[in-house]
């Protein structure tokens, strides 16, 4: 008997039919899962963001994290409902240039590029100094970080090309790690601060649980760094044409990745905030999880602590180097960016060219970062911006969703909920935290924020105009149906 032959994946004008694809049904739900909650680095962000959420919501750290993660649910349902109408690659860009404007879908995938970005730069250069502290050394060491950045750094970049299933390999085996530590760290800090109030730890009062702590927290601020740690999530969403059953297992990914990674991230903060002084969390504000290891557990605790941080660290930037060379390979594959970034490797079924360029672009920037001071101050500046952006792209998202199904929303009750309600609600959430964001950067940051977007503008025309990409050209769709259908690739 001859088995069933697997329809052709379409592909946009101009595009060769005989071109190498991406690896379809590379990887599965829980695979998904684990890179959605790996761009998320919950060992990497609660060490270097525990200090700075305390002091803003003055120990209320666990109202932010819990209104965080609901809105990002709202937001992350609403990436799981139109990756059910079209599975690419591109994510945000694709969905908001069929359902609102092919214009405001560059402008977006524009912004996603220079936010992913400025993520992965952030992470290359945090290798080094995470990795010094491991192995006992000065984090200041130049030449030591710059080693550090380049062996692991080419480490992490090489593994995305070779393949998308060599790369989930290593996430199951860091998440395994990574995850145990630092729960098992949470379960002694709970039984520490919570039942047995080892002498040294703070003692929780129902002032925890309260927009203001024990009396001078500021909400607004604790909102912003909460979001802000929590991004990331989305990491697996941009594997969806490389993931089984791609019309629900990304999305379904997506969802589980923020409720699980939202629980993690409650459990830390709401623990680790009460093992020492304030003072003493505030001193070691840099690798604050590093310091709930050495309270808890001695020398022993801070190695096996940092070496939780460093496995994050890996595996958010191996992470983000795939992520952003996916949505890159997307937008070329419709022509508005150079074509050879939509090239696939035959071999590995990877954009080689895009991720290879990217992290090759980031070690060197991160180099640049560590030895020449008058540009890294511009760099910091920069990357300041990121957060801002995520907000922005995510609150799209949650637009475009109930803008694409708006005429479905009045079937039902569950539709107007699921489908209007809730996505809007996670957008309004994240403009708000746009806008607090955007009003507390210096004006060398707006300055940057205009200077993206202008650039953005620029590169639009030459898409539009020079590249004629067809997708200017694409038909604005509306939702016909709730159901999952098949809209894989590019079409």
Not at 316 to 322: E, F, G, L, R, Y
Request: hydrophobic share 55%; with cysteine.
């Amino acid at each position: 008997m001859t088995a069933p032959t697997e329809p052709a994946q379409p592909r946009a004008p101009g595009v060769d039919a005989a071109a190498p694809t991406l690896e379809k049904n590379a990887i599965g739900l829980v695979r998904s899962t684990i890179f959605a909650m790996a761009g998320a680095a919950p060992g990497q962000t609660v060490a270097i963001t525990l200090a700075i959420l305390v002091a803003a919501s003055a120990y209320g750290t666990i109202l932010p994290v819990i209104l965080t993660t609901a809105g990002l649910l709202c937001v992350a349902l609403a990436f799981h409902r139109l990756n059910m109408w079209r599975q690419n690659a591109g994510a945000t860009y694709e969905w908001v240039s069929r359902a609102f404007s092919p214009y405001v879908g560059f402008l977006v995938g524009w912004l996603m590029l220079v936010a992913f970005t400025l993520f992965v730069l952030i992470d290359v250069i945090t290798i080094g100094p995470s990795v010094l502290a491991l192995l006992g050394m000065s984090p200041s060491n130049q030449w030591g970080g710059a080693i550090a950045i380049v062996l692991i750094g080419s480490f992490l970049t090489l593994t995305a090309v070779r393949g998308i299933r060599l790369s989930a390999r290593i996430q199951v085996v860091v998440a395994l790690l990574e995850y145990s530590i630092v729960t098992v760290f949470a379960v002694w800090a709970f039984i520490a601060v919570f039942i047995v109030h080892k002498a040294g730890t703070i003692h929780p009062t129902t002032q925890w649980l309260t927009f203001h702590g024990t009396g001078a927290g500021v909400f607004g601020a604790s909102m912003i760094i909460a979001v802000a740690s929590l991004s990331g999530w989305d990491g697996g969403i941009y594997l969806n044409e490389e993931t089984s059953t791609p019309e629900k297992n990304p999305g379904r990914g997506a969802v589980l990745g923020v409720a699980l990674t939202g629980l993690l991230f409650l459990i830390m903060y709401g623990t680790y905030q009460g093992v020492g002084p304030s003072s003493q969390l505030q001193a070691h504000s840099a690798n604050a999880i590093a310091w709930v290891g050495q309270t808890l557990g001695g020398t022993a605790g801070d190695r096996i602590m940092s070496f939780a941080v460093v496995i994050s660290v890996l595996a958010t930037t191996q992470v983000a180097i795939i992520g952003t060379a996916r949505v890159a390979y997307s937008m070329a594959r419709d022509r508005v960016l150079p074509r050879r970034l939509g090239n696939i490797s035959e071999r590995y079924r990877t954009p080689a060219f895009a991720t290879m360029l990217l992290g090759g672009t980031m070690i060197l920037l991160a180099l640049i970062d560590i030895f020449a001071t008058s540009v890294s101050s511009a760099m910091t500046t920069i990357i300041n911006t990121s957060g801002v952006l995520y907000a922005v792209f995510y609150a799209v998202t949650g637009i475009a969703a109930a803008w694409y199904y708006r005429r479905l929303l009045l079937q039902s009750a569950k539709n107007a909920i699921m489908l209007g309600l809730l996505p809007l609600a996670g957008a309004a959430l994240l403009i708000w935290v746009a806008v607090k964001g955007t009003q507390a950067l210096t004006q060398a940051e707006l300055n940057a924020l205009i200077v993206i977007g202008v650039l953005g503008v620029i590169m639009m025309l030459v898409a539009a105009r020079y590249y004629k990409a067809p997708i200017f050209k694409a038909k604005i769709e509306t939702a016909e149906t709730t159901e999952a259908v098949s809209n894989f690739g590019a079409k």
